[in-house]
């Protein structure tokens, strides 16, 4: 419009071959790429930097398989078949390595089952039953409290085992089964030392094997059952004596509750917190764990 002031104008955007270059990629006249035209430079433009975002791409993709060509990653292969055996000696050491990774997948049963991981752990069940706390403390609590208290009891055990049965079969001055012989005898004279002659007598009997003259000749089939049937029946017998007091803390609140009439309170909701505090005031942790520590022989 006349009178109006001039629109100033940018300079040109691109000069030389960028400008002939653009001018192929998109289309338009080099004039068109060179100068501002109102008409066409902003789609130019667009198109410009479309290209040559498409060009760099193109440029980053083509790498990736030449670099997975010049190196390829190695996967390793793993394959898990039966053939035959041209010695009896690479059969027995196959047989001897399946029994290993057997006894490896039983280890935890064995731990329960020939410690005194059992009388432990059923004790604080009963404990934490007789309090009413639920799930407090929580099992994995219960269950690691147990596992470092058999560490700790079971201590000389397995320390003498160490010496006279790991240690001289590691150097070689020990056949196998030597060694299992001594590593078991000081693990049969924990559990027969710890059980009830009535349950050794009765495992006896139902194996239908000779009468032994001393723990050594008693077989580990034999012995760990007889020790977990005593092990259970010592920790029902602590258990029912933790259970007493608790119960005459619930006894005589749920009758202070029927005789003011609330008979519609739940009376566990009164008698925890005394329980509670009856237990904080004894220190029943300590007693309870020193008289466990205390009830085995080793």
Known sequence: MPGSPAVPTRGP?????????????????????????????????????????????????????????????????????????????????????????????????????????????????FLRQAIGTQQTPPNQVLVGLALFLTFFIMSPVITKVNSEAFQPFLSGKITQEEAWEKGTGPLKTFMAANTRDKDLALMVNLSKTPRPNNVKDLGMSVITPAFVLSELRTAFQVGFLIYIPFLVIDMVVASSLM????????????????????????????????????????
């Open 259 to 298: 005789s003011m009439g609330m008979m519609m309170l739940p009376p566990i909701m009164i008698s925890l917190p005394f329980k509670l505090m009856l237990f904080v005031l004894l220190d029943g942790w300590n007693l309870i764990v020193g008289s466990l520590m205390k009830s085995f022989t080793v």
């Open 13 to 125: 955007l691109f000069l030389g071959w960028p400008a002939r270059v653009l001018s192929r990629l998109t289309g338009y006249p080099v004039a068109a790429v060179r100068t501002r035209n109102p008409g066409g430079v902003l789609a130019c433009r667009h198109r410009a930097w479309f290209a040559i975002a498409l060009l760099v791409i193109g440029a980053v993709l083509s790498l990736f398989p030449a670099a997975s060509a010049a190196q390829p990653i190695p996967l390793p292969s793993i394959s898990i078949g039966v053939a035959d055996g041209n010695r009896p000696g690479e059969v027995a050491t196959s047989v001897k390595v399946l029994i290993l990774f057997t006894i490896l997948s039983l280890a935890p049963s064995i731990l329960i089952m020939t410690t005194s991981f059992t009388r432990l752990i059923v004790v604080f069940s």
